[in-house]
């Protein structure tokens, strides 16, 4: 084994433990990390293609980060924490990517149950957005906080993911679906429709359903769940008969 022994510094952040703030933001700045376990479950569980998508965008993300700091070779701060070259900031570009892309699905594609009340159901879907953009904004801000790039790095890391994002979401999510008849769109139709996505159940709901199907499923649980209690009730009855039956005779 060897003497000399690193840090991982994917998970590897340094904080002061005085303050309660850069704490939180220690927890905060990890947000790509979590996402990336967050897809691997979500892909597994839903086999829908816009999460394998956004998937794999994220890793192309990552590795058109790690080319770009070995092309330009900027350095950290000064007083970094961290190592290695600086810009721009991976962590800031996996945000701007992460909330352009879901934003772009969810003004493109996802329609979410109605509450009945226009200003309601625009008023949540607003919050949504606003909740994305604050996220992306903390993490980006954990950045410069606990010292491990200057703004100029975290800025260019934020927008260079967002270009990302949407670039990525127009060639696999938005061009496809309006053009099926395009280049994107055959291939798509390809990676959708093939022995191999049948097998391993790759769907997309929005295909069918304007919320990719949840309150379809939900629905479909509810009428098979009162229809069983239905049924409990119905053999539960005649033996509850019985026993009175049997308590008068006695």
């Known amino acids: 084994m060897s003497e000399h022994q690193v840090s991982l510094e994917l998970t590897h952040v340094l904080y002061d433990p005085s303050s309660t703030t850069s704490f939180l933001l220690a927890l905060l700045t990890l947000s790509p990390i979590l996402l990336m376990a967050s897809y691997a479950a979500l892909s597994v569980y839903t086999r829908e293609l816009v999460i394998i998508e956004?998937?794999?965008?994220?890793?192309?993300?990552?590795?058109l980060n790690w080319a770009l700091k070995r092309l330009v070779k900027q350095d950290r701060p000064e007083d970094t924490l961290g190592h290695g070259y600086g810009f721009p900031s991976s962590h800031s570009q996996n945000m701007g990517y992460f909330a352009s892309f879901l934003m772009c699905h969810l003004y493109f594609?996802?329609?979410?149950?109605?509450?009945?009340?226009?200003?309601?159901?625009?008023?949540?879907?607003?919050?949504?957005?606003?909740?994305?953009?604050?996220?992306?904004?903390?993490?980006?801000?954990?950045?410069?906080?606990?010292?491990?790039?200057?703004?100029?790095?975290?800025?260019?890391?934020?927008?260079?993911?967002?270009?990302?994002?949407?670039?990525?979401?127009?060639?696999?999510?938005?061009?496809?679906?309006?053009?099926?008849?395009?280049?994107?769109?055959?291939?798509?139709?390809?990676?959708?429709?093939?022995?191999?996505?049948?097998?391993?159940?790759?769907?997309?709901?929005?295909?069918?359903y304007s919320d990719g199907g949840r309150a379809e499923e939900w629905k479909l649980w509810r009428a098979k769940l009162k229809r069983s209690e239905t049924v409990q009730d119905t053999m539960q009855r005649p033996g509850e008969g019985m026993d009175r039956g049997c308590r008068k005779e006695l």
Not at 54 to 62: K, L, R, S, Y
Not at 109 to 137: C, E, M, P, Q
Not at 178 to 204: A, K, M
Request: some cysteine.
């Open 109 to 208: 594609r996802h329609r979410f149950a109605t509450t009945g009340n226009k200003i309601l159901d625009k008023a949540w879907r607003l919050l949504l957005y606003i909740g994305l953009l604050v996220w992306s904004g903390i993490v980006a801000y954990s950045r410069y906080r606990l010292t491990y790039h200057t703004p100029h790095q975290i800025v260019w890391g934020l927008a260079i993911g967002i270009i990302y994002g949407v670039s990525f979401y127009t060639v696999t999510e938005f061009i496809p679906i309006r053009r099926p008849e395009g280049v994107f769109g055959r291939i798509r139709s390809t990676v959708l429709y093939n022995s191999l996505s049948e097998w391993v159940e790759l769907r997309d709901g929005w295909l069918v």
């Open 54 to 63: 956004m998937w794999a965008g994220q890793f192309i993300c990552e590795g």
